[in-house]
Each structure stands twice: as C-alpha cells, then as structure tokens.
C-alpha cells in the first residue's frame, strides 16, 4: 500500500478529523474514500439504475434527427 503525505492548514485538518470521526473511520480511510469518489471513471450504481426509467424520453438518435443543421461559418 502506497503512503502519501498531506499538508493541511489547520482549518482544513480539523475539518478532515471531524468529518472522519463523523463517519466513523480513520482519517486515512476518509481521505482514499473522497479520492475514490472524486477520481471515478464510471456511474456510480444509483445513476445506472436510472437507465430506461422514463419510458416517453426520446432517444438520442429521435433527438438528432430534429436538431438543426450546423450554422454557415466564414472561413478564416
């Protein structure tokens, strides 16, 4: 396991301390969790559940379909 330093000021560190206490986990713990939460590169499980519960919502080919053309551009 990878060890990495922080530096806080004191406001920020007793922020973190509350808010792992709070939690009920070390201080470290509390720190990877919000690392985790922040650096995610998928749908949390809650988001993906959604998919197909609203049953009118066009899809995204229906929508393209009525979007207008690209505006004329002046060349440079």
């Not at 959604?50 to 207008?68: F, H, Q």
């Amino acid at each position: 396991m990878s060890q990495v330093t922080l530096c806080l000021d004191e406001e920020t560190a007793e922020r973190t301390r509350q808010a792992a206490q709070r939690d009920g986990v070390s201080q470290s713990q509390w720190v990877a969790d919000l690392i985790r939460e922040r650096t995610r590169t998928d749908w949390p499980p809650q988001i993906r559940a959604l998919a197909g519960a609203w049953s009118d919502m066009p899809l995204s080919e229906e929508i393209r379909v009525a979007a207008a053309g690209d505006a004329d551009r002046k060349p440079l």
